[in-house]
């Protein structure tokens, strides 16, 4: 069973910037793809970033593409999102997913993934 621990929210002002982690325990996740979606206060949870077993492919929402970038070191059992030039719309609880069948779905489709964590709250203010 792998678990994963998010990590690395606060607050911040506008146009700052966070990075937040992913670990996995539990055993390797290098086997997996990996996502990360973030829920705001009653809004459903939303697709923010993906990346495949290797790292080589990345994929985002719109509404982060060139602010936010997703990595992993398999080595150390992590996937990072770096974010910046936050907006106060990004205010939400971020969370990661492993993927469970990469081949079945939809990347951005959070029914696809599995053994989400407790989530970081990243809250930027204006």
């Known amino acids: 069973q792998v678990q994963l621990v998010e990590s690395g929210g606060g607050l911040v002002q506008a146009g700052g910037s966070l990075r937040l982690s992913c670990a996995a325990s539990g055993r390797t996740i290098s086997s997996y793809r990996i996502g990360w979606f973030r829920q705001a206060p009653g809004k459903a949870r939303e697709f923010v970033a993906a990346i495949s077993q290797s790292g080589g492919i990345a994929s985002y929402a719109n509404s982060v593409t060139g602010r936010f970038a997703i990595s992993r070191d398999n080595a150390k059992n992590t996937v990072n999102l770096q974010m910046n030039g936050l907006k106060p719309e990004d205010t939400a609880v971020y969370y990661c997913?492993?993927?469970?069948?990469?081949?079945?779905?939809?990347?951005?489709?959070?029914?696809?993934?599995?053994?989400w964590g407790q989530g970081t709250q990243v809250t930027v203010s204006s």
């Open positions: 997913g492993k993927r469970r069948d990469p081949l079945s779905g939809s990347y951005y489709d959070e029914g696809v993934y599995d053994s």
